[in-house]
T-cell receptor
Framework: ETGVTQSPTHLIKTRGQQVTLRCSSQ?????VSWYQQALGQGPQFIFQ???????GRGNFPPRFSGLQFPNYSSELNVNALELDDSALYLC???????????FGPGTRLTVL | GENVEQHPSTLSVQEGDSAVIKCTYS??????FPWYKQELGKGPQLIID?????GEKKDQRIAVTLNKTAKHFSLHITETQPEDSAVYFC????????????FGTGTKLQVIP
């Protein structure tokens, strides 16, 4: 069974740029959620995708957007990067009918 | 919205002692409470969870208790080992159209050999 994988592991961008982060869900999982984890904080829910549709969103502006593909992999896109977007971005997958979700190792984004 | 408070923020124990981490939540609709362990440079790892219709759950050295009336739940680790050193997060989840998960702020546990 393959776990959740994310790419890239690290990324450095400058303010105003755009970034795309990628996630492959655990085998058999059809629901993907994205989280932002600032240094020293707990993960904050960004949004969730199921059947290629966003079906839940936290308190994040529209410049945070996503996609889910037929193979259940997912992308997180962030436009007009701000310094405060620097964080660890985590992807988690689960089956729609289950509660347990499993996290990937994260992508560390630094905005200069 | 849901608010999850977690205490303490740091905890140091001697190897072999017990560690207890406590969380409170505000949304009575929360019905699933997972606990995660996060090691440096890694994503959170699910270590134990409890559903709202259960008061206590145990898995070897780890146990979780839930008091729905008081809206608090706790993680208990017995016979701590150095490899238990990590940051632990509690979370409260409302399961519905989508799973709305709110995390606590984390507890850094240090087990001293």
């Amino acid at each position: 069974e393959t776990g959740v994988t994310q790419s890239p592991t690290h990324l450095i961008k400058t303010r105003g740029q755009q970034v795309t982060l990628r996630c492959s869900s655990q085998s058999g999982h059809n629901t993907v959620s994205w989280y932002q984890q600032a240094l020293g904080q707990g993960p904050q829910f960004i949004f969730q995708y199921y059947r290629e549709e966003e079906n839940g969103r936290g308190n994040f502006p529209p410049r945070f957007s996503g996609l889910q593909f037929p193979n259940y992999s997912s992308e997180l896109n962030v436009n007009a990067l701000e310094l405060d977007d620097s964080a660890l971005y985590l992807c988690a997958s689960r089956n729609q009918g289950g509660n347990e979700q499993f996290f990937g190792p994260g992508t560390r984004l630094t905005v200069l | 919205g849901e608010n999850v408070e977690q205490h303490p923020s740091t905890l140091s124990v001697q190897e072999g002692d017990s560690a207890v981490i406590k969380c409170t939540y505000s949304d009575s609709a929360s019905n699933y409470f997972p606990w995660y362990k996060q090691e440096l440079g890694k994503g959170p790892q699910l270590i134990i969870d409890i559903r709202s219709n259960v008061g206590e759950k145990k898995d070897q050295r780890i146990a979780v208790t839930l008091n729905k009336t008081a809206k608090h739940f706790s993680l208990h680790i017995t016979e701590t080992q150095p490899e238990d050193s990590a940051v632990y997060f509690c979370a409260a989840t409302v399961s519905g159209g989508y799973q709305k998960v709110t995390f606590g702020t984390g507890t850094k546990l240090q087990v001293i050999p």
